[in-house]
């Protein structure tokens, strides 16, 4: 199976939309909560960043790790809610560094399909095409670094999250 771009990016721009958000940063726990899906924060051992859970009922809970930084928390929390929406027969997901899948290790290589896809819609989710052609209007012309900085602070993101999806926007060149 080919990644799913446009499945990715169409389920983040539809999620938006439903719950009427129309700038930075997103309430990702408010579109957890609309997704009937508790996030619970725990501290975990090395690079395990989260879990998701369905419950029969329809419910689920995402698992996220209390040590990461707050910004790759809310990425983290994107990309489970990714699965979430992409993924929906799976009732278990785990991201960590090994073989399951993972939201740091393997996800950020391109080598599984389903994290790829989870990756392009935290992105897109978090970092709307949209909302940075809006944003990014006011520092035409301005260091690179700069921009970055501030878009990723706006936004809540990391920078390397914020200039990564700034590449794929073609704002920058990596």
Not at 160 to 165: C, G, T
């Amino acid at each position: 199976m080919a990644a799913r771009y446009s499945l990715a990016k169409e389920r983040a721009v539809d999620l938006l939309r439903r719950a009427r958000i129309s700038r930075a940063p997103v309430p990702i726990e408010k579109l957890a909560s609309l997704l009937n899906a508790q996030i619970v924060r725990q501290p975990f051992s090395g690079e395990f960043s989260g879990v998701v859970h369905r419950n029969s009922d329809g419910s689920a809970v995402i698992g996220i790790n209390s040590s990461h930084r707050p910004t790759r928390q809310r990425f983290t929390i994107a990309h489970e809610l990714g699965h979430l929406l992409l993924h929906a027969d799976k009732d278990l997901h785990i991201d960590e560094r090994f073989p399951i899948g993972l939201r740091s290790g393997i996800s950020g290589k391109a080598i599984d399909d389903h994290e790829i896809e989870a990756n392009q819609f935290a992105a897109e989710l978090l970092m709307p095409k949209e909302f940075i052609e809006r944003d990014i209007e006011p520092f035409i012309g301005a260091d690179t670094v700069l921009v970055i900085q501030k878009l990723a602070h706006k936004y809540k993101v990391s920078t390397e999250a914020m200039s990564i999806r700034l590449s794929a926007l073609r704002y920058v060149e990596l």
